[in-house]
């Protein structure tokens, strides 16, 4: 759509922020309109079919979150870029936007209004693309396999889960080269569990020069880790570095990744974003982790069809239950029933012996090696390495 311009509905309570932003694109050639209400933004979103809506989702009137699954689920507005610009971070809140569907949750501050402007000035088509790893499914078979652990819900375990799960394959199969990429947002979590300690972490490769990013380097730069015995790429250290991670060195971050090792594993926890989705819908196994409590399988859900939609293959898919966190909740089946999807496991409960694991820096199949957990981690790892060669061939 050469020569068209870019249509912004602005949704912000705040009449400084509404100014701003409006004088903001307005100078970049961007047709604004600004409402300050969810009422009025949702009606114009319908009525007009902006380009692009940018919101503070500390809009009062009506949840933020309400108006992004109305949207996400109308046919008329589906496709609208929906970005969040919120006053201060908000993790929890971050999570639940982006399993409904918003496409970007930024920050009110300098270095992300220029993020903003840099998403906005992408190419006609581009600005609303998911996917900063276009064209990866003609890639898809080359190098090693790629898995990706999500959850939908803070609290899961899914970090614990990713960390386990690539010790055990790394010791099931001692001629593979495992390692894990640590791309929970805003803060990883990985090193803490492993005792990782060095300063090497995503915002050092991301920032690395792009012409040598490649398995030579990292195969160099990133050693096996004591007891755990795979690769581990760190995440960032605290939310202000986060914000600054440049979507556009992923693709080939994981290209490199996928060079250097035979298994590499992202960490995504809850974060669902244009920098997580196009890597969910490119790998081998998405491991989907979710709880018992009925919150938790209810926002799982959300987030299933909603990658289902995007083209996720249910046989891509390996959903477990994480009971270690607590014995009350749902059973497998109500669960199942609920996801209206087959749970290929379950962890048993283990008390508070996986958060010891955690504070020693070390894994269940060390910790607890004749435990039942042991056992069925080294099951779950099996099946899951089977499904991504499954997918794979």
């Not at 982006?98 to 949750?105: D, I, K, L, R, S």
């Not at 799982?300 to 069809?305: A, S």
Request: include cysteine; hydrophobic fraction near 45%.
């Amino acid at each position: 759509m050469e020569g068209e311009q870019l249509t912004i509905l602005v949704i912000d309570e705040d009449p400084r922020s509404r100014n701003y932003l409006g004088a903001l694109l307005g100078r970049q050639n961007y047709a604004v309109n600004a409402v300050s209400s969810g009422k009025e933004g949702y009606i114009m979103a319908l009525r007009d079919r902006p380009d692009v809506i940018l919101f503070d989702p500390a809009i009062s009137d009506i949840p933020a979150i309400e108006i992004i699954k109305k949207l996400r689920a109308d046919k008329r507005t589906t496709a609208i870029l929906c970005i969040a610009l919120a006053a201060s971070s908000d993790t929890s809140q971050m999570g639940d936007l982006m399993a409904a569907g918003c496409n970007e949750y930024l920050f009110k501050t300098q270095e992300s209004i220029d993020k903003l402007l840099k998403i906005l000035a992408a190419p006609p088509g581009q600005a609303q693309e998911t996917s900063p790893l276009a064209g990866a499914r003609t890639r898809h078979k080359q190098g090693g396999l790629l898995g990706v652990f999500l959850s939908a819900k803070g609290g899961t375990g899914t970090s614990s889960m990713c960390a386990n799960i690539s010790q055990c394959i790394a010791a099931i199969f001692p001629e593979l080269d495992v390692a894990a990429m640590d791309l929970v947002l805003p803060i990883g979590s990985l090193a803490s569990i492993v005792g990782y300690q060095g300063e090497f972490n995503i915002l050092a490769a991301a920032s690395h020069s792009l012409e040598d990013l490649n398995g030579d380097y990292l195969r160099r730069t990133l050693i096996p880790l004591e007891n755990w015995h795979f690769r581990l790429l760190a995440g960032s250290p605290d939310p202000g570095s986060a914000n600054s991670l440049d979507v556009a060195c992923m693709p080939v971050l994981i290209n490199a990744f996928r060079q250097a090792f035979d298994v590499t594993f992202v960490d995504l926890g809850r974060s669902l974003s244009r920098i997580s989705l196009p890597i969910i819908l490119d790998a081998d196994v998405v491991v989907i982790v979710t709880g018992t409590d009925l919150a938790t399988v209810t926002l799982t859900k959300t987030v299933w069809e909603y990658l289902k939609a995007q083209g996720l293959d249910s046989k891509q898919v390996y959903m477990l239950i994480n009971r270690s966190v607590g014995l009350e909740g749902l059973s497998k089946s109500d669960a199942e029933r609920i996801l209206d999807m087959d749970i290929q496991a379950t962890t048993p409960y283990l008390g508070g012996t996986f958060s010891l694991a955690n504070n020693q820096h070390l894994p269940i199949l060390v910790k607890l090696p004749t435990d039942t957990a042991a056992m069925m981690i080294d099951q779950m790892s099996r099946e899951i390495m089977e499904t991504a060669r499954r997918n794979r061939a």
